[in-house]
């Protein structure tokens, strides 16, 4: 928004010299020639113009290029009118200058408007006006009935940023996400994060949606979640890049919110972790939660022991955050491609519906890979859409067996794989796939189990042979919990501290 009397951050010019252009044209002289002038420009524009202050001929005037100032469409706008109210061509030339020469920059440009307005098609919110006058106060008094969301972006458009410096425009899209499901309503943040960006003020979104999350607290013992997407970064194969998003409440409409995506190598993508877990521990520290982490991998990172990574940085004796927390990898290459989703959301409902009866699978549910016979694993999947877990025969590493069984079970719609880390299985991992995969606990959930099963091997003598389940990598992947990346933008590099 174009300040009174002065430049803003952007660049752009002042809003006096046009409404003293206006001034001089004899055609707007009388409030019935500003009525008139004020419908060509709304015809023009195809939008609402709402003015406040409009008691003073001139102050008129000025409220009137005030609104036209925002953007160059706007200005364009009030030439043409103008040019077709002035009496003489010779009364426009002063105005025709300024807008001419004038250096304004939208807010958002067209085509940003245009994709927003293309997510919202097909929809519709009844109370969109009331929404507005919420956000804008006094300046949406003129909306009455139905309104357009290209009517509702326009005048928030024009109405100054709040305290915070947020646009108005971003406030509301942020409001009118929480009134669709949850496909729709990640599509609209990711939009408003883009821009956030753009804008520069991420921070001043973070805030809205932090205090958003903050009104309501969880129930006791629900999940909160911090996920995290690692992928390799740039040429040399030593880069990573690291995005987290996190939500207090897990049980309500999947709206995480993102957080700054980082690159370094892995000791420093390890610190950084450490340093999102304390920040949502301080976060979160007055509400009964169950912090649960999950990790997206892209293929060839699926055998990271990101369990193993250590929770705290600094301390005397580094514990894996496997131990501390529910943690479990998620598969990014599955995430990313929607061919997949209709078996992956059947078996899925199946373990849901086996864990609930019982907080176990039966046996029935679960088939074991063989190396070298990839085949026969695609066969059973086909066979029975009711398995719901995989064993792999060994790690999915790039060239091994288990990459190719993992694989098969992403395509075929497999929510729950496990694998021992090493080529060379510990003794006692089959016992231990067993006990948590066939063995009910009133106490404990199955992710509970792996995380006791990791505090176990931590806790094992020293000197003696490593426990199998130190190395055990559990895939646990909810097709209605998925995080997207938002945006491009230079990521900002991580340094360790």
Known sequence: MVR???????????????AEALSGIPGLDTQADRDAFIDVLRAELDEPVVLKDQTHPRMQLYRIAEFCARTP???????????????????????????????????????ATTALLALLEGTSLPDLAELCASIAGPAADDLRGPVTYRQAFALLDNVNAGASGLPRTLELVERIATRFPAGLANELRDWAFRQALELEVVDQLLALRGAAHATAGPAPGSPAYLVLRLERHGPSGEEYRLWDWRQLDGAADWAPVPGREVTGPLPVVKKHVADLVDQVEREWARHDVEIRIEVFLSPELLNLDVDAWPWERGALLDEPVGCRYQLVVRSTRRAVNPRYLRVWFKRWSALLRHLAEGRAIPLSGRVDCEAGALTALMTELNRDRELVAVVLSGPPEPGFPGFQQVEAGERHGVPLMLWHRDRTAAPGFPDLVDALLHTGDDRHDLLGKVRLMRVAAFGAETGTPPKAGAAVTVLYDDPDRLVTPAGAGAPEEAVAR
């Open 4 to 18: 009174e009397g002065s430049r803003d951050s952007r660049g752009r010019g002042t809003v006096l010299p046009f």
């Open 73 to 111: 469409e706007r200005l364009g706008a009030l030439l043409r009118a103008a040019r077709w109210c002035a009496h003489d061509p010779a009364h426009v030339s002063a105005l025709e200058r300024l807008v001419l020469g004038a250096d304004v920059e939208p807010v958002h440009t067209s085509a």
